[in-house]
């Protein structure tokens, strides 16, 4: 068997680009963002994680916003591809491969980001698999991630290469990529110590958002690269985001109700920071949902221009919603009562704002992404024969 | 096999913070604000001059419950938290991954990043400087002047500390989460 078989790799594999404003502009973004990824690393590894502005009353950062987001790209890329195959949805067709190997190179991004968020990652692959804990929804996330990412790559082949049971594969793909999913979503929702994220909000949140990050990027590509067969397909799939968001717009409204009623001690006080600031308001609300949901509902139902902006401020959104969420759960200090050293009151809210370290890795993976999207467009055969 | 806690008698604290000094020196804890495994939370006088409120006013010294629940043993994905044969939660060093789910999990604010060996630490109940000779005080215990901390087996009826939660009223923090510490606040 040659390697052929196994990985449809292109005969000619050429790095260059045809250079219009477009991909000039993409990029410069793109080397910029790779050079800040790299100085964010060399501080890391010059500071460890005192290059973070972490403390002990916010232990969580910009860089689990930032691995939540890749996280949510990957499987909503995933999710939409495996099921064009397992459901015979002709239309995505032209789709399939490239949204599997986005949806795995997003995950791969995430990682390049995670990697410097836990302290010993090496420490955490051995004990992982040698004294895994089944009450931590963390090592359920080191269980489904591995088969989800094993199971998009059996997917791919086969359905590129014509062997093996495609369908079967793809199933277990939207299987291990649904459980990936509310996994993440559960790290949040099962911290019983955090009335912010307590319950089932964020499982649903988290699949909502990323079938949505899924489309998002989707478009972003098709407007971008010029990709007119795949403009079915998106405008197919921007019907399917008018359920999403209106779903998400209303889960919001009534999590900020719930969230303020009997004013709670610990849950109203971080609610209301949160759905308060510009963060959410403009930024998670307004950009991430509303206007989505304005363009798709009274925009042209053919052409997806106004959708192509509206899916970067809808990528920008889910970020937020990312940010928002680990802010959230960490502004009420868990001991009012308890007084730093040397008689320093404590604050009703901690105060975070991310390192230039955390920046340089948590938005310079983004450049990573493209640049692995990039040599994965000239490496593999993307696409199909129509 | 002994499970231990502790009872804190918490009205009797001056805040003179002996017990921290204690705590930092025999455990060898970093300086530093962050850095600390117990600690003396402070209640302010409530109320406007001259309508205060006297016994508002308190001192309630804290440290890690040692929950029979512990939410930060459940979350840990490589159980490097632990509740060892004593009832005492511990953390082993060489399996902790520093991903800080248990500082986000834990109800009371009692882990911290140790920097020398960058993992998460929190009171032992000085289960390796003190229990693993077979003395059965803390520190914390053995140094306040004022006698706020009973600490022993809760199992073995005629303890000291069993005997003082049978004849006195206590609560513990956050019960609600059903977390079932191991510290009792007498009243």
Known sequence: MKLHDLIPYRENISFGFEKTPVTIVLAGITIGLILFYLYGVANFFAHGHHAYNVTREHPWGFLVASYEFFVAVAMGSIVTASSGIFFDLHVIKPLIKRLLVFGLLSLFAGFTAFLFEVGHPITMVIYTALSGNVTSALFWLGVFYPLFMLFTMLTFISYAEKVGPTKLFALFAIIFANSSVLTAGSIFGLLNTRLFSSGIFYQIEFMATAILGGIFLLTLITVMFKRDEFIEAVVALKKVSIAILSLLLIMYIVRYLTGIYGSVPGKVEAIQHIYHSTNFIVFELGLGIIFPLFVVAFGSHKKIGAFCIASFFGLVGIMFSRINLVEGIQVVPLQTMKIKEYQEVPSLITSYTPSITELGIGVGAIGVFILFMFIAERVLELDDEL | ?187
């Open chain 2, 1 to 187: 096999m002994a499970r231990y806690g502790m009872a804190l008698d918490y009205k009797n604290c001056i805040n003179c913070k002996a017990c921290e000094v204690a705590c930092k020196e025999e455990n060898g804890i970093l300086l530093g604000a962050d850095k600390h495994r117990i600690w003396v939370g402070v209640n302010d006088i409530r109320g406007q001059w001259p309508n205060l409120d006297i016994a508002s006013s308190f001192f309630q010294p804290s440290q890690c419950q040692h929950c029979e629940d512990a939410p930060c043993e459940e979350v840990c994905p490589t159980q490097a938290t632990f509740t060892n044969e004593h009832g005492v939660v511990l953390v082993d060093a060489d399996k902790c991954i520093l991903c800080t789910y248990c500082m986000t999990a834990c109800p009371y604010d009692a882990r911290y990043i140790d920097d020398r060996t960058m993992t998460v630490d929190k009171c032992t109940f000085c289960s390796d400087t003190r229990l693993v000779r077979g003395e059965i005080t803390t520190a914390c215990q053995n140094t306040c002047p004022t006698k706020v901390r009973t600490f022993g087996d809760l199992d073995d009826p005629d303890s000291e500390i069993s005997v003082l939660l049978r004849n006195r009223e206590h609560f513990s923090l956050k019960e609600n989460l059903g977390t079932k510490p191991k510290l009792f606040y007498l009243t």
